[in-house]
């Protein structure tokens, strides 16, 4: 299957300060997706991309679409506690979707 | 819309005993996704439905999972007989192709313990 490297595994950041994290692929994709997960939750969608060079806000998260397809960035702004969780990059081609290790973000109040 | 519904949230089995997933998908999506997630293997695509007809089993394990989608409002996935190692969370998710932007859109997940 399809792989998708996500970076960095893991993060512990102060309250406050900006996040990022990215998703490269050798493959290239059509649609580009961010995923938050909270303890005993599902997935649940931030972003979704569906162009190249596609640059996307949803509040204090901006995630851009790759020029080249094959990779993908999340940014988080000014981070709150709540902003604790895994997040999941997701990559779609034809009809399946493929997923990155995840991001686990931990926020120091 | 109430999203996508799985039941049950929690499962505890036996080994060598049989278990059922259910899973309600978005009204109106054509697509249904049954993932394993654990902590080696990250989220897993195990099959995926389209209008109600399996495209894509081949992340299945092995022959003692099945799915199967009778309607379009329903999902199941069975392991017979459990084992072990078949302990994970398993999350539906479901997806609409129609309107061109397609996102995955996931359950709350059924957390599994086969002991």
């Given at each position: 299957g ?21 998703c ?5 994709f ?8 909270d303890p005993?939750?599902?997935?649940v ?23 080249t ?11 709150i ?15 399946q ?13 | ?25 978005i009204?109106?999506?054509?697509y ?6 654990t902590?080696?293997r ?17 992340g ?9 989608m ?6 199941t ?6 084992e ?18 397609t ?13």
């Open positions: 399809q792989q998708l490297n996500q970076s960095p595994q893991s993060m512990f950041i102060q309250e406050g300060e900006d996040v990022s994290m990215n490269t692929s050798s493959s290239i059509n649609t580009w997706l961010w995923y938050k997960q005993g939750e599902g997935p969608l931030l972003i979704a991309l569906y162009k190249a060079g596609e640059l996307t806000s949803n509040g204090r998260l901006t995630a851009q679409f790759g020029i397809r094959k990779d993908s960035f999340l940014n988080i702004s000014a981070s506690p709540s902003d604790v969780g895994i997040y999941f990059c997701a990559g779609r081609t034809g009809n979707f493929y997923f990155g290790t995840g991001t686990s973000l931990t926020v120091i109040p | 819309d109430a999203g996508v519904i799985q039941s049950p949230r929690h499962e505890v089995t036996e080994m060598g005993q049989e278990v059922t997933l259910r899973c309600k998908p009204s109106g999506h054509d249904l996704f049954w993932y394993r997630q902590m080696m990250g989220l897993e695509l195990l099959i995926y439905f389209n209008n109600n007809v399996p495209i894509d089993d081949s299945m394990p092995e022959d003692r999972f099945s799915a199967k009778p309607n379009a409002s329903f999902s996935l069975k392991i017979q007989p459990s072990p190692r078949d302990s994970a969370v398993y999350f539906c998710a479901s997806s609409s192709w129609g309107q061109g932007n996102e995955a859109f996931f359950g709350q997940g059924t957390r599994l313990t086969v002991v």
